[in-house]
């Protein structure tokens, strides 16, 4: 494979709208995931993020518009197919299950067996290595024990574990909607890190954050929705700090860059 395919598009959308019943969520919506980038979607509550990621991820299928992955046009058949096809996606709050170990959680219905037949049952031991090995690649090095249950885990590390297993069961694009909402700042500092991890490994992130710091330390693209359009889209470094805040603040730059599509 030469670099220039390696850096084709993993996804694309090309005019994509979702309509409900009264409400058009998204409209002509078109853009990019590529590998090894962070893509942040910015935008207020409302203007249409959760349903873009949901079209992404094999929920809703778009009223309009085409999908692309790899190149080719699809229609998925649901969550499942986007994940077979290596689009895995971790929903805000979601993902793990407090009063189960860490290697439970890691392996989530997908867990190593050994023996077969009757005699055939849960591998902890091998659960636990591959389970510790992984989260702490991706710089979770406070958790040493796989038996510990998750609801001791604080909340960045959490969410450092769900990407942990995207990433080790294949994914080649990982969507979070809003992975660092309910965290503090050294919280959402670990979740930015496995951003950066999964970055680094070639992955194409999908980043939704209200939080325009964290979107300008690892975001590559920039997609500002809003009332369902894309109103902005800009590269890392063509645009100035506080105009990006500025854009998602929605303040006057974004209010001029709306009228200018108009
Ligand atoms: N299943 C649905 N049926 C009807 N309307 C919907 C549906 N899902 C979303 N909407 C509407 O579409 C619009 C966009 O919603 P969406 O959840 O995508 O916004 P968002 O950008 O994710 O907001 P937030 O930042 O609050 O999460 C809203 O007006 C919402 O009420
Ligand atoms: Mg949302």
């Known amino acids: 494979m030469t670099t220039a395919t390696t850096h084709h598009p993993l996804i694309e959308l090309q005019g994509v709208t979702k309509q409900f019943t009264g409400v058009r969520a998204c409209s002509d919506i078109s853009l990019t995931v590529r590998p090894g980038q962070v893509l942040c979607l910015l935008g207020h509550n409302g203007a249409g993020k ?16 085409t999908m692309l992955i790899d190149g ?24 793990t299950v407090p009063l189960m170990s860490v290697a439970r959680n890691f392996f989530l219905g997908a867990e190593p067996t050994k023996g077969r037949g009757l005699l055939r049952r849960f591998d902890a031991a091998t659960a636990a290595t591959i389970a510790l090995r992984e989260i702490q690649q991706l710089g979770i090095r406070r958790i040493r024990d796989a038996d510990q249950l998750v609801g001791t885990m604080s909340g960045g590390e959490r969410q450092a574990l769900v990407i942990a297993r ?47 710091h964290q979107a300008l330390r690892v975001g590559d693209h920039f997609a500002v929705i809003a009332h369902g359009r894309l109103v902005a889209s800009f590269a890392r ?26």
């Open 50 to 65: 959760s349903t873009l990621i949901k079209i992404l991820s094999g929920v809703y299928t778009p009223t309009e518009g």
């Open 237 to 262: 470094g063509e645009k100035e700090a506080a105009e990006v805040i500025d854009l998602m603040a929605g303040g006057a730059a974004m209010e001029e860059l709306e009228r200018e599509q108009e």
């Open 72 to 95: 080719e046009p699809v229609t998925l058949g649901g969550p499942r197919d986007a994940l077979d096809r290596g689009i895995a996606t971790v929903h805000q709050g979601a993902g």
């Open 166 to 212: 995207a990433l080790h069961f294949g994914a080649r694009v990982l969507i979070l909607d809003e992975p660092t909402s309910a965290l503090g700042i050294r919280e959402a500092e670990t979740v930015l890190r496995a951003v950066e991890t999964a970055r680094e490994r070639g992955i194409g992130v999908v980043l939704i954050t209200h939080q325009a």
